[in-house]
């Protein structure tokens, strides 16, 4: 008997790529037939006509059992529909009652309102329909089976219409899975790319994100900070937690956290929605083996934390840092594991006064620079530290750019050949600066979130000022700073809303409410597909399981369990842990099979199940009537002789001989009497 119980792996999701969305939702799941609405979106500003397959993996079966794929374009059909018309006309109608004094029927007649057919008007009307596509079968064996459904046109985002509104076409795949129920994988690949819909099953639970864009526009490849709430399922650092559309992994990377309370993490989103649209992506966690995978370099712009360096490396040498205005004697600049803000390694510089500057990687306006910078004092006299946005050269950042100086006992802000002093006072540990560059040319500089609220002259930057700049002044002052990065910026920025978690056990389930497992709970366990050696074997000892029967348990309630069989004959059927005060009937289309009372909590049916439906009818052991004495009726008590058999006997056959004389002698006279 077969124990082929498979389960087809799928779920409803959203999968987003860089160039499409993909959207996947269930219409249909039964044990043989699946069938999903997908919509496919372009994101790109042009027309695009794509090759599109089907295909099916990672399944428990032969992949050639599947069978009937089919694929459907939502299409606009004109369709002619005739509009009837009607009008209303008098007609004469006879109406008969019958006169109450005289008895008579008498008819009268009236004129009554009837709507009648006026005419049949043609119209037509563009009609929503799904066209089938063609199809060809790729490859077929059974590991993988691949489908072409060839090109498809995917009209551009900036699309609106009924149909095809922002790029968005819809499709209905179709197939059928061998009828035991089926595991596996399934999804689209466009011009050779798989989008399927479940990212990595090693991750319990997920979260949506919705991205909602502004009236900056769509973006691409932004960085977009979120705050995230910790959840029991993740580690408590926060290290499993990963960013993805459905087919790539996001970069990320993590700024600061407190420990089961909540962290602030930078994502590369791929692409930012336009104003008022949205866009969904995604958070996994719940996997406790996971290590963190944070990664600066390839989220932001430009970075630099010195961690890929070693102590005593060359900023310039090594780091790829440009001398900017000259060194007094022999300053230092080095990746240093002197101090850290995390990790191991910071950039140090220190000399009479000089400075190093990087390409921020963007080009143009508008764009933020954040780092984390260390103070050694309260009052550094006249030495200072500096962390700018300039064009790059040999005068001083403040000089031809912005920047945010640590000098004296205050933070300063350099703008316009000058420095400005703040009302900030300097404390000893890590800051971070942040410089805002926005496109009208002007400068917020911010410290520890603080905005440096000082009158400075007129916007003084250009898309020239792309350089990233440290610098340091007075020989024997130290500066160190750490994480250095660089990012894009748009005013308003885009929004984020959480939704609600998701969770992801082993598999998601075609017809998930209906169990599939050899022991299924039902107030108790029922056990499926045991054979025994002969009729004498009363023990309903469990034998080997033979590969010709399957067993599904369709519906389980309170009165009846429903199920089916497939392929080879089941010999019996064990329920076990059940209640011994419940009759079990087993039925077919053609009545009652077995019925059994629960006794030691199982019951055994012996009847050779043929592939069929079943149903298992579970109802209370009736309860025996009590012999019920009327109420001042006494028994009465019988006292006599007993009569044997004997006696009996000597009485009751000559009675019966009169009796018959009697009605002999009866019927004469009834005949004759007459």
Not at 150 to 173: E, R
Not at 295 to 313: L, P, Q, R
Request: aromatic residues 12%.
């Amino acid at each position: 008997m077969k124990r082929l119980l498979i389960i087809f792996l799928l779920m409803s999701s959203m999968a987003s790529a860089s160039d499409f969305n993909i959207t996947w939702t269930s219409i249909k799941e039964d044990i043989v037939n699946k069938e999903y609405i997908i919509t496919i979106q372009n994101l790109d500003t042009d027309m695009q006509t794509v090759d599109v397959e089907s295909f099916f993996g990672d399944t428990n079966f032969d992949t050639s059992q599947i069978r009937d794929v089919e694929f459907y374009e939502q299409i606009v059909k004109p369709v002619i529909k005739e509009i009837k018309h009607y009008k209303t006309i008098q007609v004469s109608e006879t109406v008969s009652h019958i006169d109450n004094k005289t008895g008579m029927l008498i008819n009268t007649t009236k004129m009554v309102n009837k709507h009648v057919l006026d005419y049949v008007e043609k119209k037509t009307i563009n009609e929503k329909v799904f066209n089938k596509q063609k199809t060809k079968i790729l490859k077929s064996d059974k590991k993988m089976k691949e489908v072409s459904h060839g090109k498809i046109t995917l009209p551009s985002v900036k699309t609106k219409g009924k149909i095809n509104n922002a790029g968005t076409k819809t499709f209905i795949l179709k197939f059928k899975t061998p009828p035991f129920g089926s595991r596996g994988k399934v999804g689209l690949k466009i011009n050779g790319k798989e989008y399927h819909p479940y990212w990595n099953s090693t991750w319990s639970n997920r979260k949506k994100i919705t991205l909602t864009g502004t009236s900056s526009g769509s973006q691409t490849n932004y960085q977009l900070l979120l705050n995230v709430s910790y959840e029991p399922e993740m580690t408590p650092d926060f290290s499993d937690i990963r960013f993805c559309n459905e087919t790539d992994q996001l970069s990320a990377w993590l700024e600061s956290k407190v420990n089961e309370s909540y962290a602030l993490i930078w994502v590369k989103f791929p692409h930012i929605p336009a104003d008022g649209e949205t866009e969904d992506y995604w958070m996994y966690y719940g996997n406790s083996e996971a290590s963190a995978y944070w990664n600066g370099d390839a989220t932001f712009e430009f970075f630099d934390d010195g961690e890929v360096h070693s102590n005593g490396d060359g900023l310039k040498a090594t780091g790829g840092w440009i001398q900017g205005n000259t060194f007094d004697g022999n300053g230092i600049n080095e990746y240093s594991n002197d101090r850290a803000y995390t990790g191991d390694i910071s950039l140090h510089l220190e000399d009479l006064g000089g400075e190093v500057y990087h390409n921020s990687e963007l080009t143009s306006l508008p764009q933020i620079l954040e780092c984390e910078i260390y103070i050694e004092s309260g009052n550094i006299g006249s030495a200072f530290t500096n962390f700018a946005i300039q064009e790059g050269s040999n005068n001083w950042a403040y000089n031809g750019g912005a920047s945010i100086t640590a000098k004296g006992t205050t933070w300063n802000v350099g703008y316009g050949n000058s420095l400005y002093s703040t009302s900030k006072s300097l404390t000893v540990g890590w800051h971070k600066l942040t410089i805002k560059a926005k496109s009208d040319g002007s400068a917020d500089m911010y410290v520890d979130g603080d905005l440096l609220d000082v009158s400075v002259p007129s916007a003084i930057l250009n898309n020239n000022d792309n350089k990233v700049v440290f610098g340091t002044y007075v020989g024997g002052h130290h500066s160190y700073i750490d994480r250095v990065r660089v990012r894009k910026y748009t005013s308003p920025e885009p929004t984020y809303a959480f939704g609600d978690t998701g969770h992801y056990v082993d598999s998601i389930y075609f017809n998930s409410s209906n169990p599939y497992y050899n022991l299924i709970d039902y107030k108790g366990d029922i056990a499926v597909n045991h054979t025994y050696s002969s009729s004498d074997d009363l023990e309903w000892a469990a034998q080997a399981v033979d590969d010709d029967v399957g067993f599904v348990v369709t519906s389980m309630g309170s009165s009846e369990i429903d199920f089916t069989t497939y392929e080879g004959i089941l010999n019996w059927l064990q329920l076990v842990n059940l209640d011994n005060s419940k009759i079990y009937t087993l039925q077919n289309s053609s009545g009652d099979l077995e019925e059994h009372q629960a006794s030691g909590n199982a019951v055994n049916f012996t009847t050779d199940l043929s592939p069929d439906n079943y149903e298992i009818e579970i109802t209370a052991v009736p309860t025996p009537s009590p012999t019920v004495t009327p109420t001042g009726v006494q028994p009465v008590k019988y006292s006599g002789i007993k009569l044997s058999d004997a006696d009996i006997k000597s009485f009751y056959y000559p009675f019966m001989y009169i009796l018959f004389i009697v009605i002999i002698i009866g019927g004469f006279m009834h005949v004759f009497g007459n």
